[in-house]
């Protein structure tokens, strides 16, 4: 399987003032991540507010920004819904347009059990030959896939990796122990990047890499390169700027807010996401110029 990166973007979704996916302004932010860190871009993930983009959307999407790449990073395609069906159908069709990998999010709303996630992941896996990311969020999705599911699927071939954001790091210590050789895991919530890779995890699949992508680059590395206090020192000073994206309203529309604010357009969230209210749009803006910002094109 192809290398992947240690630093992902999950990249937020461009929209112009009239709300149209602004394909444009996607390519040039894929190209700025890649400018400032990031090994690759998540397009279509819950940062890119995948359940509003149609299926057409989404297919334009995935070749733009693996245009956009140009050989420079990978592109790791969100296919995976709580429909099995239409993720197999989409998943083939995001193959076909040439993406890198792809994201498989746990199933949401209907709540299957594990045996369940077993064979939708299995399935869609089995359809197509690309590398598979597993995605487990049970915060949004209210179905935590176990350790013993994910080590299960860690022996599908082609299912590479994980994008943990339980938090439960008992859990995700015996994913890291128990998954077939090679199996990654990348942390799902930007804060707990060097508590993963301290106990053996593989890199982050990130939100505040958008404006401090190559301050995250240098945490990784820091730690890889047993610097542990460095990486904790960029830990601390990061953690209030991530506190601030995560906590003071629903992602993306911070981050969202965050780059508008700095100069880098990317347009107001879609339905039923919003814009902050005034107060919680200062808070934000507040700690976000406390950081320097990695981002070209942000002033």
């Given at each position: ?9 999950a990249?937020?979704t461009?929209f ?6 602004d394909?444009?302004?996607a ?14 871009m998540?397009i279509g ?5 995948t359940?509003t983009?149609?299926?057409e959307?989404?297919?334009?999407l995935f070749?733009?920004v693996k245009a ?8 790791v ?7 099995t069906a ?5 998943s ?7 993406v ?5 999010t ?16 299995e ?9 598979c ?7 949004r999705?209210a179905?935590n896939m ?14 590479v ?9 008992g859990?995700?210590?015996?994913i890291i122990?128990?998954?077939d050789?090679g199996?990654?895991v990348?942390?799902g ?19 505040i ?9 240098q945490?990784i590395?820091?730690?890889?390169a047993?610097?542990t206090?460095?990486?904790a020192q ?16 629903v ?6 807010y965050?780059l ?8 107001p969230?879609?339905l039923?996401l ?5 107060a919680?749009g200062?808070k934000i803006m507040a700690?976000?110029?406390?950081h320097?910002?990695?981002?070209p094109?942000?002033?």
């Open positions: 399987m192809a290398e992947l990166g240690r630093l992902l973007t990249m937020v461009p112009d003032d009239k709300g149209a996916v394909y444009a302004q390519k040039r932010l894929a190209s700025a991540l890649l400018d400032s860190g990031s090994d690759g998540v993930g819950t940062t890119g507010e359940p983009l149609s299926h959307e989404k297919l334009r070749a733009e956009a790449a140009d050989g420079r990073g990978v592109v395609a969100g296919t995976g819904n709580y429909n239409e993720s197999i159908e989409l083939r069709e995001a193959e076909k347009l040439g890198d990998a792809l994201l498989l746990v199933p949401y709303y209907n709540r299957p059990p594990q045996e369940g996630l077993f064979r939708h992941f399935a869609i896996a089995k359809s197509i030959s690309l590398p990311i597993l995605y487990n969020i049970p915060g999705t179905t176990t350790a013993e599911t994910t080590i299960r699927l860690s022996r599908v071939p082609n299912i990796g994980v994008k943990e954001a339980s938090g439960n790091f859990q995700i210590a015996a122990q128990g998954a050789e199996f990654r990348w942390s919530n930007d804060a707990d990047t060097l508590p993963i890779l301290a106990l053996g995890g593989y890199g982050v699949i990130c939100v890499s958008h404006l401090a992508g190559l301050q995250m680059r945490l590395e820091s730690f890889l047993g610097r206090e460095e990486a960029i830990h601390h000073r990061l953690l209030p700027l991530n506190n601030a994206l995560m906590t003071l309203s992602n993306p529309i911070p981050i969202k965050a508008n604010q700095v100069g880098f357009r990317v347009g969230p879609r039923p919003v814009e902050p209210d005034k919680t200062e700690e976000v110029r406390r320097h910002i990695d981002l094109g942000a002033s």
